[in-house]
């Protein structure tokens, strides 16, 4: 089972380069075993740094957090970066018209955190009949994800792909609103978060295995 592994750092005025030098030193996870890819960047409402690391299994994340991680971690001096971090791990449950993210380019990524699905039924129902179709058609959209936390089962990410920050403004004020209006989502989503996060390439990270 696919594994995404979201990253939240909220980061101090005047400390953002001093965090992007040290995320750029994350390279090294391109040769390790398991890892997919990861992309990230600033949520455009805050200096708040997101990052989505993709692996195969959560049996690979778990090795690299054994082995790894703290190696990286402790050399790029990152911790003195920032004031809080949060992570979360999701499997996958299904893809909006076959994206894989491209670790390489930039873009926009627009993740909506749906935290509390009270039927998550209608939940998964309402990605399949409106969102994903509705999407899937958009001019400038390289597609998506849905996730569901590995832990908190009423807890789930969707992930789109934009092309570009323009590409997703023409989505955010002309087609969302009425895809809102259709599905209703605070029915039954206790809390919606809207995260808005222009890709920095200089975080991507793309794998160097197979």
């Known amino acids: 089972m696919t594994i995404a592994k979201l ?28 890892f997919v890819g990861q992309a990230g960047g600033w949520e455009t409402s805050s200096t708040t740094a997101i990052i989505l690391g993709f692996w195969e299994s959560q049996f690979h994340v778990s090795e690299f957090m054994r082995t790894t991680h703290d190696e990286i971690y402790l050399s790029n001096k990152q911790q003195s970066t920032y004031r809080h971090c949060s992570v979360n791990y999701f499997e996958l449950v299904s893809t909006i018209s076959g994206l894989r993210i491209d670790f390489s ?3 926009v990524l627009r993740i909506a955190y749906c935290s509390r699905v009270l039927d998550i039924d209608r939940f998964n129902r309402d990605q399949q009949l409106i969102w994903n179709p509705q999407l899937s058609t958009q001019l400038g959209c390289l597609g998506g994800h849905v996730w569901r936390h590995v832990k908190h089962h009423d807890c789930y990410l969707v992930v789109s792909h934009w092309e570009s920050p323009e590409a997703h403004e023409i989505y955010a004020n002309n087609v969302l609103p009425k895809l809102r209006e259709i599905a209703r989502p605070s029915e039954y989503i206790e809390q919606l978060l809207d995260k808005v996060v222009v890709l920095d390439t200089k975080w991507n990270v793309k794998t160097n295995n197979g």
Do not use: H, P, Y
């Open 7 to 34: 990253i939240m750092c909220e980061v101090d005025d005047g400390k953002q380069e001093a965090f992007s030098q040290s995320q750029s030193a994350w390279s090294q996870l391109s040769t390790c075993n398991g």
């Open 105 to 107: 380019g930039a873009g």
